[in-house]
């Protein structure tokens, strides 16, 4: 059996305060507890650094490119151009700390497998995504994760099953129960001056074309007419690259009275525990939403889109707390976010007496880990 040190080197393609950055965050917090060692590559400075640090993580920076869609032939060219670079200053990374396990935190990070290879080191990849922009890199990334991963590790069956071939195991990022809790309701509203007594449906994630909140916002006459005393919260900052479709939405949304339009917020925590409604209007199949996992965690009724990774997060929260529908139905996202809301007015009271709806996990991280480790 080898003897390969407890210690991980996890590489991560960007640098943000995204979902898979702090879906990574909250592992490295569960694995340092449990004894690990751990490392980040990243391709910058992470404005989640001192989180990190006090997780127990260390940050490296490796310059790397993302894979995008959006990217020129020019770009590309430097992608290519700068691989091997990137891979060089990689595995002396490597040579350096040395690793038990190398973990690449993305299906789109094509970086770590090829270290991994070269410094005979167990590869864990994590696959954080349904790839319907293009078909080439999908077959990549299945050849790539059928001969380049000790195992890989998805985000839900949706992810998995466009991994033919793979050996994958399904463990949901479940969020941390002292951070997402129904007992945090009642700081929010009184923070951003909303009455407690407001039926309040909200919606939140980064500001993308496709995550649905031109849906959201075409729902609200509906919602308004049904239910006059209801308003709406959205919290979210813009990818980078739609910054002008993010203000347009956030004009759009000024036009209504209704709308209270936020923009980044650091305590979605308290944000989601004070809601009566979540609904996650995405256009295209969520890999798995953690913001969604974070609001039912908090005890909030949700709406969700019947695609992804979506229903299958449902599938254990109780019917009469949620609510599914199809993609683009703003008529149907009104309609089911009007049936969750309290008959009467809101209260912190009926907030803080709701229960978590925790997803359940037959297999740890630390299990996974520690296997590819030893293996």
């Known amino acids: 059996m080898a003897t ?3 210690r991980i080197l996890s590489v991560q393609p960007v640098s943000e305060r995204g979902g898979s950055d702090l879906c990574l965050l ?15 590559a990243m391709p910058e400075d992470s404005p989640l650094a001192e989180e990190f640090a006090a997780a127990g993580a260390t940050l490296h920076v490796i310059p790397m490119r993302r894979i995008t869609k959006s990217g020129s032939a020019r770009y590309w060219v430097g992608y290519a151009v700068r691989w091997p670079l990137s891979e060089f200053r990689l595995w002396r990374l490597v040579r350096t700390i040395r ?17 991994a290879r070269a410094m005979r080191l167990p590869h864990l990849w994590h696959a954080r995504e349904i790839v319907i922009q293009s078909s080439a890199a999908l077959r990549l990334e299945q050849w790539l994760t059928r001969h380049f991963a000790y195992k890989v590790i998805a985000v839900s069956g949706a992810v998995a099953e466009q991994l033919d071939g793979a050996d994958v195991v399904v463990i949901h990022d479940v969020p941390d129960s002292a951070e997402f809790s129904p007992i945090k309701a009642g700081r929010f509203r009184s923070r951003v001056g909303i009455d407690d007594a407001t039926p309040l449906i909200g919606a939140a994630g980064r500001i993308d074309t496709w995550k649905g909140f031109d849906i959201v916002l075409d729902a609200i006459p509906a919602i308004v007419a049904a239910r006059p005393d209801a308003q709406l919260v959205i919290a979210g900052g813009a990818v980078a690259g739609k910054e002008d479709y993010a203000a347009m939405l956030a004009e ?53 889109t019947a695609h992804g990774g979506t229903p299958e997060m449902l599938r254990e ?42 997803l359940t996990e037959e297999t740890t991280f630390d299990s996974i880990f520690e296997a590819a480790r030893l293996s």
Request: net charge negative; charged share 20%; glycine share 8%.
């Open 4 to 6: 390969r040190t407890k």
């Open 26 to 40: 909250r592992m490295m917090r569960e694995l340092a507890d449990l004894g690990w060692d751990c490392h980040v």
């Open 99 to 115: 690793p038990g396990v190398l973990h690449s935190n993305s299906l789109h990070s094509w970086y770590g497998w090829a270290v």
């Open 252 to 304: 759009r949304a000024a036009g209504f009275s209704a709308v209270h339009w936020l923009g980044p917020r650091n305590d979605i925590d308290d944000f989601l525990a004070d809601l009566d409604v979540f609904v996650l209007a995405s256009t295209n199949p969520e890999p798995f939403s953690t913001v969604l996992a974070e609001a039912l965690a908090s005890g909030v009724p949700v709406v969700g």
């Open 317 to 358: 929260a109780p019917e009469d707390k949620t609510a599914i529908i199809a993609s683009g139905d703003s008529s149907a996202l009104a309609a089911a976010a009007v049936s969750l809301l309290p008959s009467g007015p809101s209260s912190a009271e009926l907030r803080l007496g709701r229960h978590a709806m925790v």
